[in-house]
């Protein structure tokens, strides 16, 4: 997974995005393994490279922890240059691909082992929060202030229910939103 050099337009994107937000609001690393998902996800075969161009390394290992400032980046600038759908998708094609552990066994469970799978990728002193909130039978309410976009994150729960043959709805449900710059996204998930 070598790097290739960037074009001024992308590099020019790379700063437009960098200036959406505090380039090094969070303090924390991300498991190379996790990140070679988003590499395999990506839907676009011309644009892989990109992904370890912004994440400034030259190589991708999975043994290895990277700077999570770096990743947040990456994802922002894959919204950026090509879109909340592709974005959506790459989150909902890392868990297709994924295993999930034997002890979830339906829709819910696997939603909800969002935020623990969170934890186990990210590590750090500052690297944001799942919050989950129990509102009726049918339906959670997840807050997130970790440090990736809505639509991710968005692709990643409807990834895990479909993964048991489940269609969920997910709302937006703050107009709070980490695009526009603030610090968190709150999302209902209706099953
Ligand atoms: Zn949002």
């Known amino acids: 997974m070598k790097n290739s050099s960037l074009s001024d337009s992308e590099k020019e994107l790379i700063e437009k995005t960098r200036e959406l937000f505090d380039a090094d609001q969070f ?11 988003l590499y395999n996800a990506f839907p676009l075969e011309h644009a892989k490279s990109k992904i370890i161009g912004v994440l400034q390394t030259d190589s991708l290992n999975v043994e290895q922890w990277y700077n999570i400032n770096d990743l947040r ?22 868990i297709n691909s994924g295993v999930f552990p034997e002890e979830i066994r339906d829709a819910r469970d696997a939603v909800l082992a969002v935020a623990p799978a969170f934890y186990m990728n990210v590590r750090g002193e500052n690297i944001g929060d799942v919050e989950v909130t129990f509102e009726d039978e ?9 440090p990736f976009p809505c639509s991710f994150e968005t692709g990643i729960l409807k990834g895990s229910a479909h993964k048991f043959g489940e269609v969920v ?3 937006h449900a703050s107009d709070c939103c980490r695009n526009k710059g603030d610090d968190h996204c709150e999302l ?3 099953f």
């Open 138 to 146: 049918k339906q959670i309410r997840m807050k997130f202030t970790t």
């Open 27 to 37: 303090n924390g690393e991300v498991r190379g393994k996790a990140i070679m998902s």
């Open 169 to 171: 709805l997910i709302e």
């Open 188 to 190: 209902t998930i209706r």
């Open 73 to 94: 980046l990456v994802y922002f600038y894959i919204r950026e240059a090509y879109g909340e759908t592709t974005l959506g998708r790459v989150g909902f094609d890392i």
